[in-house]
Every structure is written in structure tokens, then in C-alpha cells.
């Protein structure tokens, strides 16, 4: 069968920036792949390109489930199967916790209706915030907010989940808590996940295989444990600017 999702000649220059070069990625059904690099590297635009949020250069080839997903807008993609969580979360504001997650799967195959306002619900109390459905989104704590993300993307029942920094932010509790909840769908739901991470701890445990990434470019690719110890990595981490990934302190802003 062929692969979930197929990656070729993806490129994006931002004016003379060329922030992803050449990038070819295929992802299995059922792996949990992550994503590695240090800031700038090209991580979130990777993901903006997949789903629709910006447009790659031309020639670029993504093929979803077999079918080229290229040129369509966010919400068609979402619609395939693609779900991704944001770096910032970004709840829709003036609507109460349970609400953000049931628009989180409109439009999907989730359903609709009662099934879906049920599914929203069990996916809150999996996320830990049962108790908490009727509350205004506002109102959350960055961790619970982070939480939500997650259950917001699971509502659509995705066949892919793109995690982009889901643990910036929060303490080491909070960080197996919410590793256990990746592993927990990725196992009950097959769902194949990508996991963009600096905490490379969880990272570690909960992914396949990396690729790393440095100026848009892969730099490396394989299992885990070879990829910290290879010297590109290495070299794009601590050799330029002192940032040791391996300490999982990089923290973001953007
Ligand atoms: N919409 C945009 N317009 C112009 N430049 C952009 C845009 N989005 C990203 N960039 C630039 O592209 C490069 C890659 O950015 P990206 O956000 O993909 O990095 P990242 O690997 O996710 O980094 P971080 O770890 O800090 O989140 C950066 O130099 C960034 O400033
Ligand atoms: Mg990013």
C-alpha cells in the first residue's frame, strides 16, 4: 500500500528567504514521526505547506491517501484528514471549551450533531479537562489551553495529526501527561502522528524516527537514538549558537 502521505520537491522561498529546500518526506501509516531543528529551521512552514496555509513554490508534490492535496485551502485539506495544533494556540475566542472542540470537527468525518458533541466530550475528559466543558476558552491556563489544541485536532478524527511544540510551556508533569495521551491515540486510533518538539526527553520516547531539519534542508533522518549523536545535528544545535536541544530549554515566541 502506498505510504499515508508523500513529500517531493517542496520548496518555499519567503522573498529571497528560501525557507524550505527541496524537501522530500513520506510518512507510513501508523508511524509517529518527529521533527527536529533548531529555530528558523523551517518546521512550522513545513507543516503550513501541508495544510494549506501557504502555498509552496511551484513543482512541489504532496500526495495525501493518493490524492494531491496541493493548491487546496486549509479547511478541504482538514476535511481529508490532515488535523494540526498550533505552536500558539489559537482557540476561537467567545466560545466555551466543549464549542472549540466540536467546530474543531465540523466539516470533518466525525459526524454531526449529538455524535460529535459526545466525541468532543470524551476527548475532553481524555485530555484532562472534564468539568470543564461549558467554560468560556478564555478563561483557560496556557497548559489547559495546550490540552485543548490537542482535543480540538482529535475531533475530526484526523488520519493524521500534526504536533507542532505541543509541550512548550509546560512543566515535566504536565509533559507526560499529555505524551501519554499521544501515545494512547496513536494506539487506539492508528493514527499516525508528526511531532515537531525541542523537548527532546518525551521526543525521544514517543517517536519512530526523525528528520532534522536546518535552513530548510534535511540534514539527517533516522531512528532517535543515531540522529542526537549525528554531528549535522549536532553541529546545527550547539556549534552555532550554543542552543543545546538536548537540554530541551529552547523556548519560542513564534
Ligand atoms: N509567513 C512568512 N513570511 C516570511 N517569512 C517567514 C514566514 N513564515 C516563516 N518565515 C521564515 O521562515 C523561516 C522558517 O520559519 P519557521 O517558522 O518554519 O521555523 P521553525 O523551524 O518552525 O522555527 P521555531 O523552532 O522557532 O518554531 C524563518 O526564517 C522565518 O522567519
Ligand atoms: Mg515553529
Excluded at 510518512?27 to 502555498?55: D, H, S
Excluded at 464549542?99 to 476527548?123: F, H, I, P, Q
Excluded at 515535566?172 to 494506539?187: F, G, N, P, Y
Excluded at 546545527?236 to 549558537?241: F, L
Amino acid at each position: 500500500m502506498a505510504a499515508l502521505l508523500e513529500v517531493e520537491e517542496l520548496n518555499k522561498h519567503f522573498g529571497g528567504l528560501h525557507a524550505v529546500k527541496n524537501l522530500s518526506l513520506t510518512v507510513e501509516r501508523g508511524e509517529v514521526v518527529g521533527i527536529l531543528g533548531p529555530n528558523g529551521a523551517g518546521k512550522t512552514t513545513v507543516y503550513n505547506l501541508l495544510t494549506g496555509f501557504i502555498a509552496p513554490d511551484a513543482g512541489a508534490r504532496i500526495v495525501f491517501q493518493g490524492k494531491s492535496v496541493v493548491g487546496l485551502p486549509p479547511y478541504r485539506i482538514a476535511a481529508l484528514g490532515i488535523s494540526r495544533t498550533f505552536q500558539l494556540c489559537r482557540p476561537f475566542v467567545g466560545l466555551s471549551v466543549l464549542e472549540n472542540v466540536v467546530v474543531g470537527a465540523l466539516g470533518s468525518k466525525a459526524g454531526e450533531g449529538a455524535d460529535l458533541e459526545a466525541r468532543a466530550r470524551t476527548l475532553l475528559a481524555q485530555v484532562g479537562l472534564a468539568g470543564k466543558e461549558g467554560v468560556p476558552v478564555e478563561v483557560l491556563s496556557y497548559g489547559d489551553q495546550r490540552r485543548l489544541e490537542i482535543a480540538r485536532a482529535l475531533a475530526a478524527k484526523p488520519a493524521l495529526l500534526l504536533l507542532d511544540e505541543p509541550f512548550a510551556g509546560l512543566g515535566s508533569a504536565e509533559i507526560a501527561d499529555l505524551s501519554a495521551l499521544i501515545r494512547k491515540v496513536h494506539a487506539d486510533e492508528g493514527l499516525t502522528v508528526v511531532l515537531i518538539e525541542h523537548k527532546l526527553r518525551e521526543f525521544m520516547r514517543l517517536v519512530d524516527r526523525v528528520v532534522a531539519l536546518d535552513f530548510g534542508e534535511i540534514i539527517a533522518e533516522g531512528l532517535p537514538e543515531d540522529i542526537v549523536r549525528h554531528p549535522a545535528v549536532i553541529e546545527a544545535y550547539i556549534g552555532r549558537d550554543g542552543d543545546d536541544a538536548t537540554a530541551g530549554a529552547t523556548s519560542h515566541a513564534a
